[in-house]
């Protein structure tokens, strides 16, 4: 299984995932369907700049994403 790699905020409001393989996971975080999870992050109630531990990505004070989570999200569920 991949490992998480690194992640950013993007300026349309889009979290950037790299893994270890070289892939890289886009996942808009102002969707109808994530807006609500991650209005913290949105409107700046917590550190902007996500982290990782290579198995998920968290914010400081704020939400946090397995790697099992962000694979659900590009398949379509709200995880």
């Not at 808009?28 to 991650?38: C, E, G, I, Q």
């Not at 949105?42 to 694979?71: H, M, Q, V």
């Amino acid at each position: 299984m991949p490992k998480i790699a690194g992640a950013f905020m993007e300026a349309s409001e889009r979290l950037s995932v790299n893994l270890d393989n070289g892939h890289v996971i886009f996942i808009p975080l102002a969707s109808d369907t994530n807006a609500a999870r991650f209005a913290r992050v949105l409107t700046r109630k917590c550190e902007y700049n996500p982290r990782t531990d290579a198995t998920g990505i968290y914010w400081r004070d704020g939400p946090r994403l397995s790697f099992d989570e962000i694979i659900e999200m590009i398949k379509g569920g709200s995880a």
